[in-house]
């Protein structure tokens, strides 16, 4: 089997988000753990893409560069704030690095992705991925820490029901959901009472953690290498020190823990 391509951290929430902070939590995870996989600015991508025309041979944006989206329109700082603090009934927010040919990069790429609803029902997503080969094989610790705090500080501020960081071979399903046949919508709309999967990071919610026995139960028993309690019925277990050394027992050991809240 291939190893792991991408680096994935996913929040899913079903909360009312505070707009203007989530824009600068996104800003801030864009300049902190993309941007130094890539040789160019927030303002210097923004600038390029408002000026960039579409050709046959790079429809979808400069060489090099990235192609910013909005449902909405066009994307700028601007308009990105003005549409989370107006939020319309559907928003979705890509950032896609692009290779010399000025192509979505899958292998050797990485993006960022803000999906909400204005639907209590419906889970907002956000999820941010980037391709292992970036890193040359190796993840440092320090950028490792990076995810950690990004997906610690996201959580506090969406008050997400669940969330993760992992090495990811399945795409939008998780591997648990793959293996188990459990589809994406299923997944999405349970989320707040049943994880999504064991991870080398997995945030459990409150509902979750109750159905676990409680905070003080999660912290004391939890087969993991750390366990934070975020606040809020939130706690967040590190299964191994290493983001790329999870010896497939210790996922085994975390699965049976977690088996109350899966699929």
Same mark, same amino acid.
């Given at each position: 089997?291939?190893?792991?391509?991408?680096?994935?951290?996913?929040?899913?929430?079903?909360?009312?988000?505070?707009?203007?902070?989530?824009?600068?939590? *996104?800003?801030?995870?864009?300049?902190?753990?993309? %941007?130094?996989?890539?040789?160019?600015?927030?303002?210097?991508?923004?600038?390029?893409?408002?000026?960039?025309?579409?050709?046959?041979?790079?429809?979808?944006?400069?060489?090099?560069?990235?192609?910013?989206?909005?449902?909405?329109?066009?994307?700028?700082?601007?308009?990105?704030?003005?549409?989370?603090?107006?939020?319309?009934? *559907?928003?979705?927010?890509?950032?896609?690095?692009?290779?010399?040919?000025?192509?979505?990069?899958?292998?050797?790429?990485?993006?960022?992705?803000?999906?909400?609803?204005?639907?209590?029902?419906?889970?907002?997503?956000?999820?941010?991925?980037?391709?292992?080969?970036? *890193?040359?094989?190796?993840?440092?610790?320090?950028?490792?820490?990076?995810?950690?705090?990004?997906?610690?500080?996201?959580?506090?501020?969406?008050?997400?029901?669940?969330?993760?960081?992992?090495?990811?071979?399945?795409?939008?399903?998780?591997?648990?959901?793959?293996?188990?046949?459990?589809?994406?919508?299923?997944?999405?709309?349970?989320?707040?009472?049943?994880?999504?999967?064991?991870?080398?990071?997995?945030?459990?919610?409150?509902?979750?953690?109750?159905?676990?026995?409680?905070?003080?139960?999660?912290?004391?028993?939890?087969?993991?290498?750390?366990?934070?309690?975020?606040?809020?019925?939130?706690?967040?277990?590190?299964?191994?020190?290493? %983001?790329?050394?999870?010896?497939?027992?210790?996922?085994?050991?975390?699965?049976? *823990?977690?088996?109350?809240?899966?699929?």
């Amino acid at each position: 089997m291939s190893p792991p391509h991408v680096v994935r951290l996913e929040l899913d929430t079903f909360s009312g988000v505070d707009r203007a902070a989530l824009a600068t939590w *996104f800003g801030a995870v864009v300049a902190d753990l993309l %941007l130094p996989l890539c040789p160019a600015s927030v303002g210097e991508l923004v600038s390029v893409a408002r000026d960039y025309h579409p050709s046959d041979t790079t429809p979808w944006g400069p060489p090099g560069y990235a192609r910013l989206l909005l449902s909405t329109g066009e994307f700028t700082p601007a308009s990105w704030s003005a549409a989370l603090a107006d939020l319309p009934s *559907f928003l979705r927010v890509q950032l896609v690095r692009l290779d010399s040919q000025g192509l979505p990069l899958v292998d050797g790429g990485w993006s960022a992705e803000v999906l909400l609803k204005d639907d209590p029902a419906f889970p907002h997503q956000i999820t941010v991925t980037a391709s292992r080969s970036l *890193f040359g094989g190796w993840i440092s610790l320090v950028t490792q820490q990076g995810w950690l705090s990004a997906l610690k500080s996201g959580a506090t501020l969406v008050r997400a029901c669940g969330g993760w960081v992992t090495l990811d071979r399945s795409g939008v399903r998780t591997e648990h959901e793959a293996a188990v046949g459990v589809g994406l919508d299923e997944s999405l709309f349970t989320a707040a009472e049943l994880c999504r999967g064991p991870h080398w990071a997995t945030l459990l919610g409150p509902r979750q953690v109750a159905a676990l026995g409680g905070v003080r139960e999660v912290r004391s028993t939890a087969p993991c290498f750390a366990v934070e309690d975020l606040g809020g019925g939130r706690i967040l277990l590190q299964l191994t020190e290493h %983001l790329d050394e999870v010896p497939p027992d210790a996922v085994r050991e975390l699965t049976e *823990f977690l088996a109350p809240v899966l699929h």
